[in-house]
């Protein structure tokens, strides 16, 4: 007798276009019935691109087909409900991968101040020290701060096919709102300003081919945030915090709206864990394990700490990440196996 249950685990295998991440986990798959060897299953999309339906309708049906004992499947695909005549506009109906970029990676936070920049940086580079072709892409609008940590002022060149060459340092391409501007000049834009540019950068850039993208986003979960998710296919968030409660609490909205948008949490960093004095004690400024709890509570990956060593601040003020700089000191090495473990995960 074939349960929902042996369903679920066969759709398992069917990945969302676009995606690393299957169905069922996005929670599509909403009904199923067996009898008489038929097998019926309904799956319920967010999104209205009927391409989409179509690629999920043909995998699903050819994996259900390899169930024992099933003779025949029919596999219903629902779209969103047609409004006023026509079929509803879904915000997810217009993403587009980035052309020659094979993941495109999130890092987020709920709050500022909790060193996800820096975390970008050095993930940035450490997966390119483990023999990736990486870009960098800072989404922060208001405050960029990936000019200053990478060490890089120059205004980026354009291509005959006017698009934005990313100027490249520590073998990382890099693109920032920071390069087009003059000084301290500051950005005062209202959303429409922000979305417009989120998407040139990530459409307009001759990025060529990679095989990550790091976004680094700014904190909270506003228009930059929204614009990314509904551009791109994200294949991954990272969330940044620290281990006390003002940062934890924040950080649970950061992972709700990743759950909204439909893009798989690969895990969570807590950075500045603690401080460890001349004469070896570790002092836990912030507090001790919040983000592994957390972590646990919410079913994610814990990433791992990331204590606070003056090389990784002198790093990001200088533009030389510890990684980097500091490759094979404890510093470096917690970015590296941090890079390794979601290497694994993305692939």
């Known amino acids: 007798m074939i349960d929902h249950a042996a369903v679920l685990k066969a759709l398992s295998g069917v990945k969302y276009p676009g995606y690393s991440r299957d169905i069922v986990s996005f929670g599509l798959v909403k009904?199923?019935?067996f009898k008489d060897g038929l097998l019926r299953v309904g799956v319920q999309l967010t999104s209205a691109n009927p391409e989409v339906a179509?690629?999920?309708?043909?995998?699903?049906t050819r994996v259900l087909r390899g169930l024992e004992g099933v003779a025949n499947v029919e596999v219903r695909v629902e779209m969103p409900a047609a409004q006023g005549g026509a079929a509803a506009q879904n915000v997810w109906a217009n993403q587009a991968r980035v052309a020659g970029v094979r993941r495109v990676l999130a890092v987020a936070s709920g709050k500022g101040g909790v060193g996800k920049s820096t975390c970008s940086v050095n993930l940035a580079c450490a997966l390119q020290k483990?023999?990736?072709?990486?870009?960098l892409l800072d989404c922060d609008i208001y405050g960029p701060s990936i000019p200053l940590m990478?060490?890089?002022?120059?205004?980026?060149?354009?291509?005959?096919?006017e698009k934005l060459i990313?100027?490249?340092?520590?073998?990382?391409?890099?693109m920032s709102i920071g390069f087009l501007l003059d000084g301290d000049q500051p950005i005062i834009w209202r959303g429409p300003m922000i979305v417009k540019t989120i998407q040139q950068f990530l459409h307009a850039v001759e990025w060529g081919e990679l095989d990550y993208l790091v976004v680094d986003l700014p904190p909270g979960t506003g228009d930059a945030q929204l614009t990314l998710c509904q551009t791109v296919p994200l294949d991954g968030g990272v969330i940044v915090t620290t281990p006390q409660e003002a940062s934890l609490g924040v950080v649970r909205k950061g992972i709700r709206m990743f759950e909204k948008v439909n893009v798989p949490l690969l895990g969570l960093i807590e950075n500045m864990s603690y401080f460890t004095t001349p004469a070896g004690e570790r002092v836990h400024i912030f507090g001790d394990g919040g983000g592994?709890?957390?972590?646990?509570?919410?079913?994610?990956?814990f990433l791992g700490e990331i204590p606070i060593y003056p090389a990784i601040r002198e790093g990001g003020d200088q533009g030389l990440p510890v990684v980097c700089s500091h490759a094979t000191a404890?510093?470096?090495q917690a970015f590296l196996t941090m890079a390794e473990a979601l290497r694994k995960q993305l692939e």
């Open 150 to 161: 990478m060490g890089v002022h120059q205004r980026p060149t354009v291509s005959e096919q």
């Open 292 to 301: 592994r709890r957390e972590a646990a509570r919410q079913g994610i990956p």
């Open 31 to 33: 009904t199923s019935e």
């Open 130 to 135: 483990l023999g990736a072709k990486v870009g």
């Open 166 to 174: 990313p100027p490249v340092q520590y073998g990382v391409k890099l």
């Open 54 to 60: 179509r690629q999920i309708q043909q995998e699903a």
């Open 330 to 332: 404890p510093e470096g």
